[in-house]
């Protein structure tokens, strides 16, 4: 069995600004025009992993993101929006709610984690409008706490 380490050298995953490693597989050369305004290419994919208490900080981008499972250990996404906090869990076990994928709507607020903060989650992530960071927003924890109070101790973790 491939361990993080493994994965990270055999797929040439780089350290991520969000947290954990990731490397772009994909730009589609087609462009379109972004909610914006801007050029944008049509879809954007990577690869994302995190390993143990590693965890993708409090961030929105400006397009939906979809995230597909493909192995390790279920992955928590936390999503705020409405003042509510929503958490998805990507995994391979359907009879326990875990979700091969899910969608992330664009301007949410989101972060993840490996489930049980022990091993390593890797998963790909599709971006349409194409990412670009030109729309990331990494959170900042009093903006973000002054918006969701009710939420004050995940976005402490998260930020």
């Given at each position: 069995?491939?361990t993080a380490?493994d994965?990270?050298?055999?797929?040439?995953?780089?350290?991520?600004?969000?947290?954990?490693?990731?490397?772009?597989?994909y730009?589609?050369?087609?462009?379109?025009?972004?909610?914006?305004?801007?050029q944008?290419?049509?879809s954007?994919?990577?690869?994302?992993?995190?390993?143990?208490?590693?965890r993708?900080h409090?961030?929105?981008?400006?397009?939906?993101?979809?995230?597909?499972?493909?192995?390790?250990?279920?992955?928590?996404?936390?999503?705020?929006?409405n003042?509510?906090?929503?958490?998805l869990?990507?995994g391979?076990?359907?009879?326990?709610?875990?979700?091969?994928?899910?969608?992330?709507?664009?301007?949410?607020?989101?972060?993840?984690?490996?489930?049980?903060?022990?091993?390593?989650?890797?998963v790909?992530?599709?971006?349409?409008?194409?990412?670009?960071?030109?729309?990331?927003?990494?959170?900042?924890?009093a903006?973000l706490?002054?918006?969701?109070?009710?939420?004050?101790?995940?976005i402490?973790?998260?930020?």
């Open positions: 069995m491939m380490q994965l990270i050298q055999q797929l040439h995953l780089q350290p991520h600004p969000e947290g954990g490693y990731y490397r772009e597989t730009r589609a050369a087609l462009h379109t025009t972004a909610a914006s305004g801007v944008r290419n049509v954007t994919a990577i690869y994302y992993l995190l390993e143990n208490n590693d993708s409090f961030h929105r981008i400006q397009s939906d993101e979809l995230w597909f499972f493909h192995q390790g250990q279920p992955l928590e996404v936390l999503l705020l929006e003042g509510q906090l929503t958490v869990t990507l391979h076990d359907v009879a326990r709610g875990e979700l091969p994928q899910a969608v992330v709507p664009a301007h949410t607020w989101f972060g993840a984690r490996v489930k049980s903060g022990t091993g390593f989650s890797l790909s992530c599709t971006v349409a409008p194409g990412f670009d960071f030109a729309d990331f927003e990494l959170a900042d924890r903006r706490t002054n918006e969701f109070p009710e939420q004050a101790a995940v402490e973790q998260f930020t």
